[in-house]
């Protein structure tokens, strides 16, 4: 290594920044580093205790201090680094470079959510879509690993985010999610479960998920539902299926005068266990935010991928270029026992 660029990386090694971005392998021992200028101050009381005094008068009146008697301090500042810096170098300062890779199959997950107008009830707070939306986040953010569509329904079915594992851009696609989006208002199950097939048919993930989301029952759309959901137990889909909201009379906006507003509402549940029930699933009812926050925690459980993290760490010690300032500046230390700046009486 050159001398200027073996310079520049001495001079680095002090700063605090430096110091500070290593982790260390024995850091208990860097509580010894107030020790040091306990030792001077020990040494310089027994030094005093013993030290002969003779009274000599050399002038009347003090003496003028000089600026060049502090040049004594040297030799003392020297061994003190000196020592300062073998404490470094015996805490082991590390740097680790940790490489952490992947192996093994996540699952494919498609999330078919419900848009149509009944979404807007509000026995889930502020209104059931947004929970779903909420909740729905949270499942995506406990997974890793696993590629998740979108499709969304209410009269019509669309696939709005393509099965991916980037979760930022899926995030965003459900944040987006809004009532009305569909202009055809109604509730066709069997298209969106028929979109979702389509999605998921040529996957090569050994677990392919589809969890489904309404709170009526089927109302539009040219497919069966059941007929739709054992066309996608041929493909090999797993279908969950969740029942959103109470039956009977729930709250629904306000009127022209501020006064809430009321329907009555009934889930088809029994289409909805049907439809689990050909898809090798289950059917879950969330009556509540909490209960459906739980129902999403249950499915997290039951679908996990087999992900095996391997982690490489490298680690380099730095504690030979500490190693190198203390030996450095003892012998620096030496080397100035012999000049002037030491008085040899006193040692």
């Known amino acids: 290594m050159p001398w200027p660029d073996a310079l520049t ?3 680095d090694s002090v700063r605090y920044s430096t110091l500070a971005s290593y982790s260390w392998e024995q850091p208990r021992l860097l509580l010894l580093m107030p020790l ?3 030792l001077f101050v020990v040494r310089w009381i027994l030094a005093r205790r013993r030290r002969s005094r003779l009274g000599v008068a050399f002038v009347a009146g003090q003496l003028p201090r000089d ?3 502090l ?9 003190a680094l000196s020592l ?3 404490i470094v170098a015996l805490a082991r300062p590390q740097r680790t470079d940790e490489r952490v890779v992947q192996t093994g199959e996540g699952i494919d997950i498609l999330l078919v959510v419900d848009v149509s107008g009944s979404m807007e009830l509000q026995d889930l707070r502020p209104n059931r879509l947004e929970a779903a939306k909420r909740v729905a986040r949270e499942f995506i953010d406990g997974r890793q690993g696993d590629r998740i569509g979108l499709v969304v ?3 019509d079915a669309y696939s709005l985010a393509p099965l991916t594992t980037d979760y930022d851009l899926l995030r965003d696609d459900l944040q987006s999610l809004r009532l009305g989006m569909i202009p055809n208002d109604g509730t066709a199950i069997g298209t969106a479960l028929g ?5 998921l048919r040529d996957s090569r993930s050994r677990t392919k998920v589809c969890i489904l989301i309404s709170d009526g029952e089927n109302t539009a759309g040219s497919l069966d539902p059941l007929t739709s959901a054992q066309l996608a137990h041929a493909y090999g889909l797993k279908l969950y299926t969740i029942g959103l909201g109470q039956d009977g009379i729930v709250p629904y906006g306000t009127d ?3 006064r809430p507003r009321y329907v009555d509402t009934r889930l088809d549940e029994t289409t909805m266990r049907q439809l689990a029930q050909a898809g090798e699933g289950r059917f879950f009812r969330a009556t509540d935010n909490a209960g459906l926050r739980q129902i999403f925690s249950q499915i997290n459980r039951y679908e996990k991928s087999e992900i095996k993290q391997t982690r490489y760490r490298n680690t380099q010690d730095y504690y030979r270029t500490y190693l190198f300032w203390c030996v450095g500046l003892w012998l620096l230390w030496l080397a100035l026992k012999n000049t002037f700046l030491t008085n040899a009486l006193e040692d």
């Open 153 to 155: 329904f209410a009269g």
């Open 9 to 11: 990386s001495l001079l």
């Open 36 to 38: 040091v200028p306990l």
């Open 67 to 69: 600026w060049s008697t």
């Open 84 to 86: 300062c810096f073998g």
């Open 195 to 199: 979109v979702a097939t389509n999605r």
């Open 256 to 258: 022209a005068a501020g």
């Open 71 to 79: 040049l004594r301090f040297v030799p003392d500042v020297m061994l």
